[in-house]
Every structure is written in C-alpha cells, then in structure tokens.
C-alpha cells in the first residue's frame, strides 16, 4: 500500500491510498467513523471523471484536539481488530454447525 498526503491542517486529512478499491475504502471509512473525535470521513475515486485520477483520496476531520493522523491509525487498526474477530465469529458459528450436524 502506497500512501501520499495531499493535505494536512490539525484537524483535516487528505491522503491518497495508491491500490485500493471501495472494498477497503467503506471498511476504512466505517471504521473512522466510528472512531472517538472523527466528526467526518469520506473518499473520493473518480477515475476517469475527475481528471484522470486513479487512486482513492481519502478525506478525514477530526475534533477536540485529534489529530487525523492519530485517528487514522487507531481506526487502520481498529479495521484488523475487527476483521480478526469476525472470523473467528465465523469459525465458531461454522464449528457449532458442524458439531449439530454430527
């Protein structure tokens, strides 16, 4: 994963994600939003429309004090967490289905 800042204030972010699709952007993007001081985050990935870009510019505004780079990882890791414990929800679920079968 290739990353590039575009713009960086205290409180907003603009970071282009070179190789990623909406798949890993919405996770991304739910999981800021779900994050403490994220008041907003969206992304943008307009190929051919917006003048030839390519890759998704993912944009973030933070509040009381966050940094959105600071925001950014909590959520980046939040996203791990939460894929790591949903798999083995999915283990577990498919375990129990398969011990009823048996």
């Given at each position: 994963?290739?990353?590039?800042?575009?713009?960086?204030?205290?409180?907003?972010?603009?970071?282009?994600?070179?190789?990623?699709?909406?798949?890993?952007?919405?996770?991304?993007?739910?999981?800021?939003?779900?994050?403490?001081?994220?008041?907003?985050?969206t992304y943008d990935m307009n190929p051919e429309q917006s003048g030839g870009q390519t890759e998704p510019i993912l944009s973030v505004k933070t509040e009381d004090g966050l940094d959105p780079l600071d925001a950014l990882e909590e959520a980046a890791n939040g996203v791990s967490d939460n894929l790591k414990s949903l798999y083995d929800d999915i283990e577990a679920a498919f375990d129990e289905a398969e011990a009823a079968e048996a």
């Open positions: 994963m290739e990353l590039r800042v575009i713009d960086k204030t205290d409180e907003e972010l603009r970071i282009e994600i070179a190789g990623e699709d909406h798949t890993f952007m919405n996770v991304l993007k739910g999981q800021l939003l779900n994050t403490d001081g994220v008041a907003a985050a």
